[in-house]
């Protein structure tokens, strides 16, 4: 299994950029990959940035080119830069880690793009 925490998340205004970290632990030598989901109130979660083992990154639709996603070398610690946000980013950003055994969860963490 893996825990995960999210950090970084807060007010910002539009067009403004945020970078949210995500920090894993346990046993993270078996990740796969990590992605970063949204939530915005009354939809469900959506897939904002995959970062795979392999070194490959895909992007959820509308976020390409203002969303990057990267790992930091010793592989427990992901990013999610976030640039030119708009109103419609707001949301709780959740971490998932996935494996052959596991899918887990952060807790999240909230951003708020004001107009």
């Known amino acids: 299994q893996v825990q995960l925490v999210e950090s970084g998340g807060g007010l910002v205004q539009a067009g403004g950029s945020l970078r949210l970290s995500c920090s894993a632990s346990?046993?993270?030598?078996?990740?796969?990959?990590v992605a970063w989901y949204r939530q915005a109130p009354g939809n469900s979660r959506e897939l904002v940035a995959q970062?795979?083992?392999?070194?490959?990154?895909e992007y959820g639709d509308g976020v390409r080119g203002r969303f990057a996603s990267s790992r930091n070398s010793a592989r427990n610690r992901y990013y999610l830069q976030v640039n030119s946000l708009k109103p419609e980013d707001t949301g709780v950003y959740y971490c998932?880690?996935?494996?052959?055994?596991?899918?887990?969860w952060g807790q999240g963490t909230q951003v708020t793009v004001s107009s």
């Open positions: 998932n880690a996935r494996s052959c055994w596991y899918n887990e």
């Open positions: 346990g046993s993270t030598a078996s990740i796969a990959a």
């Open positions: 970062f795979i083992n392999d070194g490959r990154i």
